[in-house]
């Protein structure tokens, strides 16, 4: 069941194209950044040089270069004439803003020349946690049109596929908010978790500072420790803070996780037998608030000496999740429960109800050792990788994939896909060609200059946010 919650007019992200833009209205005097060097370094210094993007105009060439040593970049433009311009935009949010002050280095083509180019700036802010793109602009002197190129970066903190997508991740995190761009609570819960696995698998520390920015900004906000009206927003809280726990040993985060498992365990009854409910209104019994549920407990107990508590909970949430028929002949996941009939209510098998029951079973078994549990993991794993429902030609879909990212469904395959890594890593490596596929194709087909990815596996690339990059980054940390 999708919760229609996040708001439905999602910002257009601003995209830099060679086609010539409006001219824009009279630059203010951009800020010094410095790094390893300050911004309007010479780049003839630069030991190297790249040229990622190119954009043109009334014959002139502009060109983005990239000195990925320092950190750096510059544009130059060609083919042009005396009083011809070129300057760089900075951007501190993933190209969908430039606001005044971002328009660095500007400078114009000399008396009896053909090209010149700017200094070097910075890509990214270090001091002030930063995460930058540039991009090179121009235009003639006699006209007023304006030609950019698309945006790009270094590959500081993007060395390969997963720490460029994590990168790109971080360019959508709002540290006024401690969350990603457009405030979504459960989504955000797991783009935090997609980034803490991110630096447990590539052992890259540079974002670590999310992990207690998320925090303390919103440890008070709703029910407070991030508890609410939707048990399975709190169960994704709960699982991203038990990341959280192993990663930094800091105890504050298991102790919120078990408050979120007891917030959820508080909204456990006997109608239809048992399980916990959706939402508060105790009107919804559904697949993935019940897997969240037997996941956070069966996690918590693993890691608390002694514990008893919550090792129970976890092993009647599946005693009663087996006793609902939500695993169907196929062995997929259905939504959720009929309350009439305390069955299966044969709604759809979106592809994260697969993912996290996965997840839930192979933690219960290393509980456990509830042979079960593995083997029913396995038997859905199958399915979900087999079906041609949830993939297309091989690659993941989800059911009416959104061509936006937008919504809460584009989040769903990169809880599919990490719950398939951890049943991958525990079965000695059964998924992954499955995996190496789903992100050879998301790299071939769908992203841009930044490595920003898209809603769609095999392509086309449209639009990203932080829901679609996350779902991008999770597969990318699966795949082995």
Known sequence: MTKRRLA??????????????????????????CNRYCDGRDPALAPTERVPVTASLYGRTFRLHINDTDAMGWASISGGTTGDEVWLDRSMDGGRSWPD?????????????????????????????????????????????????????TTWNAGNRRTAASTALMMRFDRTTGLFDTNGWWTGANALTALIDSIRVSGMPSYRYAISETYDRNLDSRQGRFRNEYLDDTGWWGLAWVAAYDLTGESRYLETARA????????????????????????????????????????????????????????????????????????????????????NNGDVTWTYNQGVLINALVRLNQLTGDSGALATARRIGDALTASTYLNANGIMREPNESNTCAGDGVS?????????????????????????????????????????????????????????????????????
């Open 8 to 33: 439905a007019g999602l910002a257009l992200i601003a995209v830099a194209t060679a086609a010539p833009v409006p001219n824009a209205s009279p630059a203010v005097a951009a800020a010094v950044i």
């Open 101 to 153: 002050g971002s328009r660095v280095s500007e400078t114009r083509v000399p008396a009896g020349g053909t090209g010149w180019r700017t200094g070097m700036v910075n890509v990214d802010d270090w001091a002030g946690r930063g995460v930058g793109a540039l991009r090179a602009c121009g235009k003639a002197g006699d006209r007023p049109e304006i030609a950019c190129t698309a945006w790009a970066r």
């Open 260 to 343: 979120d498992a007891d917030h959820m365990h508080t909204h456990w009854d006997t109608r239809c037998g048992g399980g916990i409910y959706w939402r508060t209104d105790r009107t919804v019994k559904n697949a993935i608030a019940n897997s969240l549920y037997i996941q956070l407990n069966a996690e918590l107990s693993r890691r608390i000496p002694g514990d008893t508590a919550y090792r129970q909970r976890a092993q009647v949430g599946w005693a009663w999740f087996q006793s609902t028929g939500m695993i169907n002949a196929g062995n997929l996941v259905n939504d959720g429960v009929n309350l009439s009939t305390c069955r």
């Open 412 to 480: 769903f395959k990169g809880a599919a896909v990490r719950g398939l890594g951890v049943l991958n890593a525990a079965t000695g490596g059964a998924y992954t060609a499955y995996l190496q596929r789903q992100a050879d194709s998301v790299y071939a087909h769908n992203r841009d200059t930044l490595d920003q990815y898209g809603s769609h596996w095999a392509g086309p690339y449209v639009a990203t946010n932080h829901s679609c990059q996350h779902s991008v980054l999770d597969l990318l940390n699966a795949a082995p």
